[in-house]
């Protein structure tokens, strides 16, 4: 036997765009003539990369292009990316719901995935038979699940309602009782997405603690797919990073997490127009021009003594819209620090436009960063423009990342490494007092 | 196969939840299974047997029905529920693995569970009419019941499981699939016996795998009626031809069909 768990070779899968379901019959008649004669799929375009923010130029697309690595047994692998770039396909593949176009996958072991919590819970059944059933989707036997019933009932903590049926359960616990179930999967090889967006920070703790306790205790393979920097610095060994559906780079995790989030460095502190990439999308406004400035001048490199400014550019398309522009400062694992915006209560200043309706055109927003506030590390901002409907609000996750230097303006008493995510210049009183 | 073996229990539990999952919040529960078939049998004897006058060659029209209906239930209901398991499933298929052919099985079994239950409301009335009538002779035949159960259970798996692979990239076979239930019901000796079909067409009713089903299972336990070992050999064969076909096309489908569905 060898150590290796997971090995991926040259893995592609294609997919088509648009509406699924006109047209087929020709495209599979067309196909499998060209077949016949010896041919190449005739949609199947080799050499085209995914970019879901560029029009390309078939209809078929490829969400993941010559895919390998391999993940060696025992080893908690991180799978890193933005959105859209490949992660969840990766994982449908490897937990064989869906087949690759392209490639092979050699496995040595038992597979379970967590693609998703509570997969197959039927409203109408109670939480106790629910517990067998996701057990026995998941590939437990009744035998292993009844061993462990009591732990899975006691983690979840929704004892009193185990024999009710869940549709009477709040979202909370039924989200609970659906990862208690998960977590007591004994499979050699763990394959888990993001499921940790779950529940309460209570909860998130727990089932953190208990992934850990199963990669180090148990020595199990796991692969881990999130967007909290944080989780994967603390859980993975090594990641992977994934980029418009091709292997980016693989390597420790610390190395990953740094390129992943200063990836965005490259714009230079600017971004403007279709470069900007949104998470979501607000009908009344989006961004023209995101930038950082210094004395004036765009930079992604940042003195730590001088004043930032995080310029906003953005146009109302709707007469009377109330927007607050807003932006959070996030470390470089992805914490945010701090989420400031401009409502009239929560600024320093005043200014006539704060928090109050909008006409159509084109606005701009400033907000400035005292100097001697920023630690000497890498940050990145996301900016959003928030609606009064709140879940439209236009989400720009990482839009630009800068990295502030320490030049020395408070390095005249101490030389050693200054720890914090922030280093404030703050004041301070000393008094003798006998 | 081996890999159904290993999710035995998942098989079991699907079940369960069939059953479940059905009568719950219903205040007669499990009394359905036999009202249905109670309503059809006497729709059918009043439309069928009272109005147009169909020949049920001398048996008693309500239990000539009843046969029927009880055989054909099963047949259709888990056709239907086997041919739109990729649809109905989909969320679940398309976030974690499983072999998929424990979904349809499980609807055989569950279907087979409730036609257990209905065969038995059967058997009581057949009872009744076994002592009040003269007309009902049972035959030997009957033994063959299992057998017909098992080709009807593999028929619908493998019909089921040949439009559930279609049905998930053309949706057109779920269009198809609803009324073509209904119409083959009138393709098979349900409500008429083979016996009252003009002879030169009697291969054309014969060439639907259900119906030597059908009259060998109502001459087994009513008497009157066709049962002839050639035209319930081509059932059989046909039945492991539909199996054999279904089984493949299911299991190429079942690779890809989320991304499809």
Known sequence: ?434 | MANVWRYRDLVVLFVRRDFVSNYKQTILGPLWLFIQPLLTTITFYIVFGRVANLSTNGIPQFIFYLAGNTVWGYFSQSLTAVATVFTTNAAMLSKVYFPRLALPLSIVISNLVRFSIQFGLFLLVWVFYLFTSSAIHPSWVALLTPLLVMLMGMLSLGLGMIFTALTTKYRDLAMLLTFGVQLALYATPVIYPLSTVPAKYHWLILANPMSAIVETFRVGFLGPGTFNWLYLGYSTLATLVVLLAGTVIFNKVEKSFTDTV
Request: hydrophobic content about 40%; glycine content about 10%.
């Open chain 1, 1 to 434: 036997m060898s150590d290796i768990a997971i090995k991926v070779e040259e893995l592609g899968k294609q997919y088509r765009l648009g509406e699924i379901g006109t047209g087929t019959l020709a495209h599979d008649l067309n196909r499998w003539f060209a077949k016949l004669r010896g041919k190449e799929d005739p949609f199947a375009k080799v050499g085209e990369v995914n970019d879901r923010t560029s029009k390309g130029s078939s209809d078929y697309v490829w969400s993941l292009r010559d895919v390998s690595f391999e993940v060696k047994k025992g080893e908690v692998l991180g799978i890193v990316g933005r959105n859209g770039a490949g992660k969840s396909t990766l994982l449908k593949i490897l937990s064989k719901v869906t087949s690759p176009t392209t490639g092979r996958i050699k496995v040595d072991g038992r597979i379970a995935s967590l693609l998703e919590v509570g997969t197959g819970f039927h409203p109408e059944l109670t939480g106790r038979e629910n517990i067998f059933l996701n057990g026995a989707i998941l590939g437990m036997t009744k035998t292993e699940i009844r061993s462990k019933f009591d732990e899975i009932v006691d983690f979840s903590g929704v004892e009193r309602y185990i024999d009710t049926p869940v549709k009477r359960y709040s979202s909370g616990m039924y989200v609970r009782l659906a990862f208690a179930v998960s977590a007591f999967l004994e499979p050699e090889i763990l394959i888990v997405d993001e499921v940790l967006a779950v529940g309460d920070a209570e909860f998130q703790k727990k089932c953190l603690g208990r992934m850990q306790d199963v990669s180090r205790n148990d020595g199990r393979t796991i692969l881990f797919v999130s967007h909290n920097m944080a989780a994967i610095s603390n859980l993975c060994t090594s990641c992977v990073f994934m980029r418009n559906g091709m292997l980016h780079n693989a390597g420790p995790t610390e190395q990953i997490i740094e390129e992943y989030i200063s990836f965005g460095r490259q714009n230079a502190g600017e971004i403007a127009g279709s470069d900007i990439v949104y998470a979501n999308k607000c009908p009344q406004a989006y961004f023209s021009n995101i930038s950082i400035l210094v004395g004036g001048e765009i930079t992604s490199s940042i003195d730590i003594k001088k004043d930032v400014q995080v310029r906003l550019e953005y146009v109302v398309t709707v007469d009377d819209s109330l927007i607050y522009p807003s932006i959070h400062l996030l470390d470089n694992v992805g914490t945010v620090i701090f989420a400031t915006f401009n409502g009239p209560s929560a600024t320093v200043n005043v200014d006539e436009n704060f928090g109050k309706p909008l006409k159509k055109g084109k606005y701009v927003s400033v907000l400035t960063i005292p100097g001697n506030f920023l630690n000497e590390k890498a940050y990145s901002i996301s900016a959003f423009l928030v609606p009064l409907d709140v879940t439209q609000t236009s989400v720009v996750e990482n839009a630009l990342s800068f990295v502030v230097t320490d030049t020395g303006e408070m390095r005249k008493e101490f030389g050693g490494d200054w720890i914090g995510l922030l280093r404030p210049k703050m004041s301070w009183m000393t008094a003798k007092l006998n």
